[in-house]
């Protein structure tokens, strides 16, 4: 069994930065492929990004490349998403997710979730 907590999320202007933090307990935190993903008011959950077991891999939702950085801390057992230039279309729940193997595009297969933080971007 894992454990995910999300922190970091909040409300910020546009243009502005956010880093969310993702704890992980319980397995080996450094078994798992490791992702983010998110959820808007009435719209589906999208992916967001996501990094390899080991750290050396990673993926990116177009709509983010560039702005976000995936990263993890395995001797921490956390897992990060920076953010820069925030735009008020990056408004939502942030969801960290577990996985052997390979995360998914779709989030099906996703092996462990976390309950979620909010990232508010104002215009």
């Known amino acids: 069994q894992v454990q995910l907590v999300e922190s970091g999320g909040g409300l910020v202007q546009a243009g502005g930065s956010l880093r969310l933090s993702c704890a992980a307990s319980?397995?080996?935190?450094?078994?798992?492929?490791m992702g983010w993903f998110r959820q808007a008011i009435g719209k589906e959950r999208e992916f967001v990004a996501a990094?390899?077991?080991?750290?050396?891999?990673?993926r990116y939702a177009d709509s983010v490349k560039g702005r976000f950085t995936i990263s993890r801390d395995v001797a921490e057992n956390t897992l990060y998403l920076h953010m820069n230039s925030l735009k008020p279309e990056d408004t939502a729940e942030y969801y960290c997710?577990?996985?052997?193997?390979?995360?998914?595009?779709?989030?099906?297969?996703?092996?462990?979730w976390g309950k979620g933080t909010l990232v508010t971007v104002s215009s």
């Open positions: 997710a577990a996985a052997l193997g390979v995360i998914p595009y779709s989030g099906q297969g996703v092996d462990y």
């Open positions: 990094i390899n077991w080991n750290g050396d891999s990673t």
């Open positions: 319980g397995r080996t935190f450094g078994s798992f492929a």
